[in-house]
């Protein structure tokens, strides 16, 4: 969805002049939609049916897929809008939040885990909006690679695999919250320098 390790924060993007119905702004909403079923998918079969479960997994990458598109085909059609500005981290974060609450609240996921990822996501989200005002900060490849591995490490906890994938699924996820915590740190000193007249 972008270019290079300088590519700007994308809330800085500048609004199109097209209408607010766009092709990103409906992949939006498909996203949104998408959190319902896959609530419905964890919550209404527990980790009983493996049909639910993997039906999970596609609706999750589904999510995710229209994530890197929406973003994408807004930029290259100038149709950056102010409601695709809102609402797709708010789908972003929806998707990811049931994902991991119903993981833990099936038992297989640390609730630890579950707050500290959206602890950071939504924390960064505010930020970003907050510091707007004193400029754009940079995506960074570890932003990239954070958003890779969450996906990865919430994909394999939602496979129902056998007991012998569990250290792949502890290691995956392990790497992911580090590269949370690393990410949403390094985001948080970029603001600060931001807010003080410093380049972030």
Do not use: C
Not at 94 to 115: F, H, K, M, N, R
């Amino acid at each position: 969805m972008t270019r290079g390790f300088q590519t700007p924060d994308h809330v800085a993007d500048p609004v199109g002049a097209q209408r607010v119905w766009t092709l990103p702004n409906a992949l939006t909403l498909v996203r949104l939609l998408l959190v319902p079923v896959l609530a419905w998918l964890l919550f209404s079969s527990g980790a009983d049916s493996t049909t639910q479960r993997w039906w999970a997994v596609v609706v999750f990458l589904v999510a995710a897929f229209t994530d890197f598109a929406d973003g994408a085909l807004a930029r290259k059609r100038n149709a950056v809008t102010t409601l695709g500005k809102i609402a797709d981290p708010i789908a972003d974060k929806a998707i990811t939040g049931v994902a991991l609450v119903g993981l833990s609240y099936l038992g297989e996921l640390p609730w630890w885990v579950t707050v500290v990822i959206l602890s950071r996501e939504i924390g960064i989200t505010v930020v970003r909006f907050a510091v707007l005002r004193h400029g754009v900060i940079p995506a960074t490849r570890g932003g990239k690679a954070k958003t890779v591995m969450q996906i990865l490490a919430i994909s394999l906890y939602l496979m129902p695999l056998a007991v012998v994938a569990e250290p792949i699924k502890v290691t995956a996820m392990a790497i992911a919250v580090a590269l949370t915590l690393a990410t949403g740190l390094d985001y948080l000193v970029r603001a600060w320098r931001l807010r003080r007249g410093q380049p972030a």
